[in-house]
């Protein structure tokens, strides 16, 4: 996974990578060192993570804001 992809996903997320490691229970200093020169590349799971992250987020806050509406009360 590329650096710039992972920041992205990060971004859609609402994290950073302080948030991420604490939230995957991993070194900040480890994940603020993917995607660097001459260390390790972003894991190939950190891409599927996010992107179900995302996506439960969403689904999360459309719950809610039907909920919120009224609608199936």
Request: net charge positive; charged share 35%; aromatic share 10%.
């Amino acid at each position: 996974m590329e650096l710039d992809l992972f920041k992205k996903l990060l971004k859609d997320a609402g994290l950073n990578k302080r948030t991420f490691a604490e939230f995957v229970d991993i070194p900040h200093g480890t994940v603020n060192n993917w995607g660097s020169k001459d260390k390790p590349p972003v894991p190939n799971w950190v891409e599927k993570f996010l992107i179900m992250y995302v996506e439960n987020k969403k689904c999360k806050d459309l719950k809610q804001m039907i909920k919120d509406s009224g609608v199936c009360e």
